[in-house]
Each structure stands twice: as structure tokens, then as C-alpha cells.
């Protein structure tokens, strides 16, 4: 089986993606672009325009934006009070880091809590790539973690990890509509998970960028919201839910770390410190224009997000309904999850799925998609591909599926003959 380097993944799905135009891309999980209209040049010029003058000191002036600004960030007060209106995260603007997107606040968090050789980063399997990614850029250890019973599998881990004379210090989550999976954790496993972090001393890095896009049944509350020990770190984004462009995001803290104030402000100076040094500060205009839209927003994005909820259950309801008609004979041999939200689902096949493949199905069948490998640390996933339903249309997503089909019946009459 033909595999890659996790750190090689993104460029040779841009590679593909550019030599195969043609090819509908079920592979990319970025958001879709058919409401950036809502975001014409215009409409950020307001945006700017209304974080400018809603200072209590009176209005900015533009040249406050254009210069160099403050590391934490401008707007911790609007993202905390959006995070406390959306997802009840106990947020306060003293103990949240504005970023540059939620992969810098990911870096940031590992590479501060992770300084020591024997710092062991634990991670799902299989996981997102960029996570991956960080944990090799800061030279942070990783653990992957068993399948099946997650609170059974860090429990484990920890075990292990303790035995060999190294130390479990944080653990990599997106307990909703997970990248690649697209699966939840539930209420009840969070719990868990919390209480063997605070066992553990393990600090979870929750990740939220998918938190909000809930079609089906009630929200689950973030981790961070149901943190007592102090051991839940907040990574959110504003990538999915209002463009990629404005590369905002943050790191929220809890009031303490596992009760210590002092080990809470320490972490904080290290955090604010690290980012000094790498990006200086969040882009102050992209930050008035992410907190002009939330101060006209009321500090929630619900109503903003409506329109993309909708559209993404669309697109999830059809590519569930070309997957069963297109699947229907191969029922037991073929399989697949319904996830209640999100950006993704995942697809079980009767035989390997590698580069070649990727290659294949681009070539002679038109279509591009993730095979689930690229997630994982070991061969475990080589038999299932991650499709992504965000950023294409439903005409695409049932062309697309539908063409999959066709590769995937002949993958099995391969067999069959062989």
C-alpha cells in the first residue's frame, strides 16, 4: 500500500486538486463560498467601521488599526462574550489570546505546555492532520490513542505512558462533528474524559471549530463549559463560521490550571510571550472586522450561521441519499456513518484505499477523495476515505458519489476475478 508522510498530505492534495481541475473534490474541508457575498468589500468596510466606533474611549482612529497592536488581541471581550452566547463557555477576556486562526493557538498551546523531551502530546486515531503537523513542527511527542472506548484508551495511555518514565501533558480533541470522522463524543464520555485528565494532570485541547454546525438534536455543551478542574483549554475559530480569510481564532483558559492561579498566569505569560516572538499580533483589521460583525451580530453568530447550517444539511442529506442508492448492493460490504453535523463523513470499504487510488479515481472516474490513512498513525484506517460535503454543490456531491460508485464497483469485481 502506497502511503504519505502526514506532513505531505495537504501539499499532494493541492497537487491533485491543480493537475485534475476537472475532478469534483470531495476531499476539501474548507467552508463553502457560496454566502461570501454576504462579505463584499462593502460590508467589511461597515463591519471595521462599527468596531471603530464603538470604543468607550470614543472612536478608533484608523491609524490605531494600521499600526502594530496589543499581542492578546483587541477583541477578547467580544469573542469571550460570543463564546459565553453561543457554546456557555465560562470565557473572560483576561484568561483569552486572540491568534491568528485556531492552528496557531493549537502551536502555541503545545508548543508551551509541551516543553520538556518526556512531554507526551496524546492524539485520536485517527486525527486531524493539522494537528499533527503542530505537534512535529514544536518537536512535541505523540501518543495515538487505541480505538474504541476513548476515556478506556487515555486511561490506558497515561498507564503507559507513566511506566516509561514520561509524561502525559496534554490531549487533542474536537469532541463535535470530529475532522476526520465527522462522530461526537457524548456528554457522558466528556465527563469522563475530564475526570481522568484532572487524575492525570492532562490538559485537553478542545478544539471547536465545527462546534456550531449542528443539524439534528440538541447541542452537547463543549468540554471547556463542563470543566471544574481546571483542565479544559478552548481552541475556536471564526474560519468556518465567517470566512478563512480574516485568520482569526483563540486560545480560552480556564480560571485556574487544576485549581493553581499561579500556574494559570504562567502558562498565560509563556503563551502571550511565544506569540510575540512568531506573529507579533493578530491582524488588528481582520479583528475590527471579525468584532464589527459581532457587535452587529449582538455577540452571537446563530443567526449568522443559519444560511451555511442549511446549506451544509442540504449537502449532508444528499450525499447520505446517493451514498444509499449508489451503496445499495453492496449492503454489509460497504459502510458509512451519518454524522448529525459538521463538514464530514466517513466511508468503510472492502479493500485498501492509497495514493493510487487517489490518483485513480481523479484520472478515470473525476472525482477526488481523502483516503482516511492520511489521518492515521498506522494502517488501521487504509480501508475507509473521508468524504467532505462543505464546499461543493448538491449537483457535484451526487456526480461525485455516484462516480465513486462506479470506481468502487470495479475495485470489487477486481477482487472478485483476482
Known sequence: MVSLAQSDVMNFLNEIASEYPEAISLAAGRPTERLFDRLSPQRLAEALGEYQSSSAKGPLRIDDLLQYGRTAGVIPDLIAAQLRTDQMVAARPNELLVTSGCQEALMLCLASICGEPNDILLLPNPTYVGA?????????????????????????AAVQIGKAGRVPKALYLIPDFDNPTGNVISEAKRREIIELCKRHRILVLEDSAYSLFNFDGQSILPMAAMDDAGCVIHLSTYSKTICPGVRVGAATL?????????????????????????????????????????????????????????????????????????????????????????????????????????????????????????????????????????????????????????????????????
Open 254 to 418: 480556564p480560571e485556574t490550571l487544576f485549581g493553581s492561579r499561579d500556574d494559570q498566569l504562567s502558562l498565560w505569560k509563556a503563551l502571550v510571550q511565544r506569540k510575540s516572538y512568531i506573529t507579533v499580533n493578530t491582524s488588528s483589521i481582520c479583528q475590527a472586522i471579525v468584532g464589527g460583525l459581532l457587535l452587529d451580530q449582538k455577540c452571537s453568530l446563530l443567526n449568522w450561521i443559519d444560511p451555511a447550517l442549511r446549506v451544509y444539511r442540504t449537502n449532508r442529506d444528499v450525499m447520505l441519499k446517493t451514498i444509499e442508492r449508489t451503496f445499495a448492493p453492496y449492503a454489509g460490504v460497504v459502510g458509512w456513518n451519518r454524522p448529525a453535523g459538521g463538514f464530514f463523513l466517513a466511508l468503510d470499504l472492502p479493500f485498501d484505499f492509497d495514493v493510487d487510488a487517489v490518483v485513480e479515481c481523479a484520472t478515470e472516474y473525476g472525482v477526488i477523495v481523502m483516503p482516511m490513512a492520511f489521518f492515521a498513525f498506522d494502517d488501521s484506517q487504509s480501508r475507509s476515505v473521508r468524504l467532505s460535503f462543505s464546499a461543493v454543490t448538491p449537483d457535484q456531491i451526487s456526480t461525485a458519489v455516484e462516480a465513486f460508485g462506479r470506481y468502487v464497483a470495479t475495485r470489487i469485481s477486481r477482487r472478485a476475478v483476482a
Open 132 to 156: 499533527v503537523g503542530a505537534a512535529q513542527a514544536c518537536q512535541v511527542r505523540t501518543w495515538p490513542l487505541e480505538p474504541g472506548d476513548l476515556p478506556e484508551a487515555i486511561e490506558k
